[in-house]
C-alpha cells in the first residue's frame, strides 16, 4: 500500500477560482487587475460541445436535445488525471479552467472577457470563437428567450431595472439527488428503471404517453453517458499505468481504473468507490446545468462505506482523511464564471458547495459516526472555503461533536455553520414537509433548505430588498430617484398618526413589488422547463422515472421549494422603532422634518441622525426593538407567502443573503435608523445593524428568540467573536452559549474567529495574509479576494466576548 500523502502534497493541486473582484454601483475597485487570480482560464469545451450537439438535433423534442447534448460534451471534452489524485473528474480541460453556461447567458460572459479586468481569460482565438458560438446562442440562450417574451408593464420591475425592491433570479433549481439510492443501486439500476417504465407504458399508453416516451429515453441516453464517462477514465487510468514503471504509481493508477470501471455503473464496494460515485454525479449535475450547492448529508451517506473500510482493515483512519482531503481538492475545482453584477452578490465566492453533517435518521436516532468526527479534521488540515460545513444539531448531539467543531471554527476558517433542528423541524412542519422527511433535512449552498432526493430542487425567486421596499412605503410608492409612481399609491406619510400606518405602508409595497417578482419568476419556471429540461439530474431524484416526468415538470407539495431571499429586516425594524419613538412618541422630530433629512442624506440634519441611530435598537435584549422586529419578520413573511408559485404553493423567504446585503445596500438611500445612503444593509436576517449590538452575544440571541421561526423563514446569524474565547479553560463556556442558542430556538448560527488587528492588517499587507478566511455570510472567502467595502463591512460587525 503506498504512503499516506501529507496535507502539504494534497494541497499542491489545489486551484483557486474564487471571485477576486467584487463592483458596487458599476464602480471598479482600486488596484484590481483582473477577477480571478492569476493562470485561470475561460475553458470552452462545455459551450463547444453543446453547440455541436444543438446544431445537430434542431428540430428534435428539446428533452432529448439536452440528454444528447450532455452526452456529447461527456464523449468529447478534454479529461486528465493529475499527479496525486486517487479521485478524478474534470469539467474544463485544465483544473485552471472556469466554467459558465452559454445555454444560460453569453451576454455576462462577453463583457467580461472584453473588459480590462476579464481579458486575461481569454486569448484572441478563444475569443473568437466564443464570438462564433453566440451567433448560433443568440435568441436561444434562457437570458434572451425570457426577456423576448416579457412586455409591457411587467417589464418595469425586470431585474431592477427602475430600482424595484424585488429582484428575479436567472438561476433555477439546486436541488439534493438521491444519493443514497444511486449508490445502492448503481447507475445501471436506474437505467433498467427507466427501461422497465418505458415497457409499462407501451402496455397502458396513457394521456402523456410521448412526453414519457421522450423523457425516459432522454434519461437513458444520460445516464449511459455518465457511465461512458467514468470508462474514459478506467481507459486512461490504464494507459498511464501501462507507461509507468513505479510501483506506487502504477498501484494510484490502477485503483483509479478498477473505480471508475466499477462506479457509477455498479455500487460501490469500498469508501474510495463511493466517494468516486459521488464526484461523477455532482460533477455531471455541474455540467448538465451551471448549478451551485451540493447538500448532501455526507457523514449519514458515507459513515457506513468508512465504518465497513475500517472493520475490513481495507483503511486506516489517516487513509479515509486523506481521501476526504483530495476529495475537496476536486470541489474545489469546480470553478464558475461570473458576472459583474452577480459578483457583487457572491463576493470571494467560488460556487457556495456545502455538505450537511449530523442530525437524526429518519426516526430521531442521532447519526454521528466516524465519518463526521473524519470530515472535521480534513477541513481543519485543508483551509479551503469550499466545500463548507452545515453541522445539524439536536438535543443528542455529543458534547464531543460540538467541542471537535469548534476546534475547527477556532482555526478560522469560518465553519462549520450550526442548525438547530429543534427549531428547523417544527419549521419544516409548518411548510408541510412529513416528519420522516424533515428529519432528512440538509443545506445546500448558504442556508437553502433541501430535502435529498426529493423534488424539492430549490426554485429560486430572486430577492426582495426590504429597506428599499421602507424608502417606496415613506415616498408614496414613488421612485426616489425618478418620481415615477413604480410602486403601491399608499397614503402620504404626513398623514400618519401612529408607527402601525408606517408598517401597513411598508407591507403594501412589500405585497405589490414581491407578487409582480413572483409572476416573472413563474413565468421563466415554465420556460426552464420548456427550453432546458434536466433528464439526468431527474433521473437521480425520487419520482421522476416513476412519473415518467422531467423534475421541472412537477414539485414537491411544500413552500419549502420555492423562495426568494429577503434582504435588511434588521434595517428595516431599527427604523420603525425610532420613528415610533422619536416621531411619534417622543415628538422630538416631525415626519416632515425626517423626510427631508433622509432626502438630503442627512448632510445638515445630524442631530436627526443621532436621536435616530440613538433609539433603541434590535440585539440588545430589549422588548421595545424587539417587538418591532419580530413584527417587521412575521408581517413580511406572510405578505410573501401570499403569492403562490406555479404549482400553488406559498413562495417563503430565505436567509440566505450571502454577501448581497453590502452590494444591495448600494442602491438604498439614506434609512430612517440613522443609516447613509449606499451603505451595507445588516448581513444577516437575524443580524443587528452594525454596532447597534452593544449589550453583549447573550443579548443578540435573546432578541432573536423572540422571532418566531414557525411565522417567518429559515433565518442566519452572524457573530464574530476573537479566536481566544475558544482557548484552554474557555471552550466549555462557549458550549454553553451553543447550548442557549440551541435552547433559544434559533434557526442557524455561524461565526468568524478572527480579530479585527488581523483583519486591518491583511487589508494593509494582503500578500502576508493570502490564505486567510473569513466567513462572509453563508459561506466563507479568503479575505484579500473580498473588495474593500466588504472588507470593511466585515470589520464593522461588533466583536463580541464571554
Not at 434519461?219 to 501501462?242: N, P, Q, S, T, W
Not at 409595497?509 to 417578482?517: D, E, K, L, P
Not at 464574530?720 to 471552550?731: A, M, Q, R, T, Y
Request: hydrophobic residues 35%.
Amino acid at each position: 500500500m503506498s504512503a499516506i500523502l501529507s496535507t502539504e502534497e494534497i494541497k499542491k493541486n489545489h486551484v483557486v477560482k474564487t471571485v477576486h473582484v467584487v463592483k458596487r454601483g458599476g464602480q471598479k475597485e482600486k488596484g484590481v487587475e483582473s477577477m480571478y487570480r492569476p493562470g485561470v482560464q475561460l475553458d470552452l469545451q462545455r459551450s463547444r460541445y453543446l453547440t455541436e450537439s444543438y446544431k445537430a438535433t434542431e428540430g428534435e423534442p428539446m428533452v432529448l436535445r439536452r440528454a444528447k447534448a450532455l452526452e456529447n460534451v461527456l464523449t468529447k471534452m478534454d479529461i486528465y488525471i493529475r499527479d496525486r489524485e486517487k479521485i478524478v473528474g474534470n469539467c474544463t480541460a485544465t483544473p485552471e479552467g472556469l466554467f459558465f453556461g452559454i445555454d444560460m447567458n453569453y451576454r455576462a460572459v462577453k463583457r467580461v472577457v472584453e473588459s480590462e479586468e476579464g481579458r486575461s481569460l481569454l486569448d484572441d482565438e478563444g475569443r473568437k470563437e466564443l464570438d462564433e458560438m453566440i451567433e448560433y446562442w443568440k435568441g436561444r440562450c434562457m437570458s434572451d428567450i425570457q426577456q423576448a417574451k416579457f412586455s409591457g408593464e411587467i417589464l418595469d420591475y425586470w431585474n431592477y431595472s427602475k430600482l424595484s425592491p424585488g429582484a428575479w433570479s436567472q438561476w433555477s433549481e439546486l436541488g439534493v439527488p438521491d444519493y443514497e439510492k444511486a449508490l445502492r443501486v448503481g447507475l445501471k439500476g436506474l437505467i433498467a428503471e427507466a427501461e422497465a417504465r418505458l415497457v409499462e407504458i407501451d402496455k397502458t399508453v396513457p394521456a402523456d404517453y410521448i412526453d414519457q416516451k421522450e423523457f425516459l429515453q432522454s434519461v437513458i441516453i444520460a445516464l449511459k453517458a455518465v457511465i461512458a464517462y467514468a470508462h474514459r477514465y478506467a481507459a486512461l487510468a490504464r494507459e498511464k499505468a501501462d507507461r509507468t514503471d513505479d510501483p506506487d504509481e502504477k498501484e494510484r493508477l490502477d485503483t483509479i481504473a478498477k473505480n471508475c470501471s466499477r462506479v457509477p455503473e455498479h455500487p460501490p464496494e469500498t469508501l474510495a468507490q463511493a466517494l468516486q460515485l459521488f464526484y461523477f454525479l455532482h460533477l455531471v449535475r455541474f455540467i448538465e446545468y451551471t448549478s451551485v450547492g451540493i447538500g448532501v448529508r455526507f457523514d449519514k451517506v458515507f459513515g457506513p462505506y468508512y465504518e465497513n473500510d475500517l472493520k475490513n482493515g481495507s483503511i486506516t483512519e489517516e487513509g479515509a482523511i486523506e481521501l476526504i482531503q483530495l476529495l475537496w481538492v476536486k470541489i474545489q475545482e469546480l470553478g464558475m464564471m461570473y458576472s459583474p453584477t452577480l459578483s457583487a452578490v457572491y463576493g470571494g465566492v467560488a460556487l457556495i458547495q456545502s455538505i450537511t453533517l449530523g442530525g437524526t435518521d429518519s426516526k430521531g436516532n442521532d447519526i454521528t459516526n466516524k465519518m463526521t468526527y473524519a470530515i472535521l479534521e480534513a477541513a481543519k488540515r485543508m483551509r479551503t472555503p469550499e466545500p463548507t460545513i452545515c453541522l445539524r444539531v439536536h438535543d443528542k448531539t455529543p458534547k464531543e461533536l460540538i467541542s471537535k467543531a469548534l476546534d475547527v471554527i477556532q482555526s478560522g476558517i469560518g465553519y462549520p455553520s450550526f442548525f438547530n433542528d429543534e427549531s428547523m423541524l417544527p419549521l419544516l412542519k409548518r411548510w408541510k414537509v412529513p416528519l420522516e422527511d424533515g428529519r432528512d433535512y440538509a443545506i445546500s449552498g448558504c442556508v437553502y433548505l433541501e430535502i435529498p432526493g426529493k423534488n424539492v430542487t430549490r426554485k429560486a425567486y430572486g430577492g426582495i430588498n426590504l429597506p428599499l421596499a421602507l424608502t417606496y412605503a415613506l415616498r408614496q410608492g414613488k421612485n426616489y430617484l425618478t418620481g415615477e409612481q413604480t410602486g403601491a399609491p399608499t397614503p402620504d406619510p404626513l398623514t400618519f398618526t401612529s408607527v402601525v400606518d408606517v408598517m401597513d405602508a411598508y407591507i403594501e409595497q412589500i405585497r405589490f413589488f414581491f407578487s409582480r417578482q413572483v409572476k416573472i419568476e413563474n413565468t421563466c419556471q415554465t420556460l426552464y422547463e420548456k427550453y432546458l429540461p434536466r433528464p439526468y439530474l431527474s433521473a437521480l431524484i425520487q419520482g421522476c422515472i416513476e412519473k415518467g416526468q422531467d423534475c421541472r415538470k412537477w414539485g414537491y407539495a411544500s413552500p419549502i421549494a420555492s423562495k426568494s431571499i429577503v434582504l435588511g429586516p434588521s434595517n428595516v425594524a431599527d427604523s420603525l422603532a425610532a420613528i415610533q419613538k422619536n416621531v411619534f412618541e417622543d415628538k422630538k422630530v416631525t415626519m416632515e422634518e425626517l423626510l427631508k433629512a433622509l432626502e438630503a442624506n442627512w448632510v445638515g440634519y445630524e442631530n436627526i441622525r443621532q436621536l435616530m441611530l440613538n433609539a433603541p435598537k434590535f440585539g440588545n435584549d430589549d422588548d421595545y426593538a424587539d417587538q418591532i422586529a419580530a413584527e417587521v419578520h412575521h408581517r413580511t413573511a406572510a405578505a410573501m407567502e401570499e403569492s403562490k408559485n406555479r404549482f400553488g404553493e406559498s413562495v417563503r423567504g430565505d436567509g440566505s443573503g450571502i454577501s448581497a446585503t453590502y452590494s444591495a445596500g448600494a442602491i438604498v438611500p439614506a434609512t430612517p435608523d440613522g443609516r447613509r445612503a449606499g451603505e451595507p444593509l445588516a448581513d444577516a436576517t437575524l443580524s443587528p445593524v452594525f454596532g447597534a449590538d452593544c449589550d453583549g452575544p447573550t443579548a443578540v440571541l435573546k432578541s432573536a428568540s423572540k422571532i418566531s421561526t414557525e411565522k417567518s423563514y429559515n433565518h442566519l446569524l452572524n457573530q464574530k467573536f476573537s479566536p481566544s474565547v475558544l482557548d484552554e479553560g474557555h471552550k466549555d463556556k462557549f458550549i454553553a452559549y451553543l447550548q442557549a442558542w440551541k435552547d433559544l430556538g434559533i434557526n442557524q448560527i455561524q461565526f468568524n474567529m478572527v480579530d479585527r488587528e488581523t483583519l486591518l492588517d491583511a487589508q494593509k499587507n494582503p500578500k502576508q495574509h493570502s490564505d486567510l478566511l473569513v466567513r462572509v455570510a453563508g459561506y466563507s472567502a479568503y479575505f484579500v479576494d473580498l473588495s474593500e467595502g466588504l472588507q470593511d463591512s466585515i470589520i464593522a460587525r461588533t466583536e463580541q466576548t464571554l
